[in-house]
């Protein structure tokens, strides 16, 4: 089991303006070894603050839908495409995701997932390197190859779309009980929510 190398992320400064308004970097959290990985956009004002990803409203969407499939936080991994909040909560640009391209993919090597879940269209495009139709696309598993190695990947809509959208929420929860599934099916111990 390896250990993210913090001081390396924590010392970045490749992105000027992120730089500029960020307070801290936000790597990711959980299961260092989780057999599940989640990949949001970036940090929003509540992860800035607390320097953990999905902290704030689209953590508790996440965080209610996790509890409801039986999948405990403490036992998968959350991480961001890009680790410093963009002012605004805007989208990070294509030159920031590219530039927090190695702190994301030297994560997935060391959490080594059998299963990734990317939260939403940015993260979905970034990994999947193509256009991605999250609201008709989620749900899906493609393999995809990173670093040399083939992973499976599920697109999933962002859990912030669920929250005006009763439609989106009905995508989202059917995307993250895909997850569960494939927990039960890989039988993984210390998954379950009551355990
Ligand atoms: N949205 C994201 O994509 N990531 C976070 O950490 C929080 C909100």
Known sequence: MGNIKESKVITCEKCQSLVASRNQIVNGAGKIDAEVLFIGEGPGKEEDLSGKPFM????????RSLENNGIKRSGIRITN???CRPEGNRNPSKEELFNCKGHLYEEIHIVDPGLIVTLGKVSSEHLLGREVKVTEESGKIELIDISGTMRSLLICIHPAATLYNPKQKIIFESTIAKVSEWIMMKKLPGMDYDD
Do not use: H, P
């Open 56 to 63: 704030g409203r689209s953590g508790k969407v996440l965080d």
């Open 81 to 83: 495409c890009v680790r």
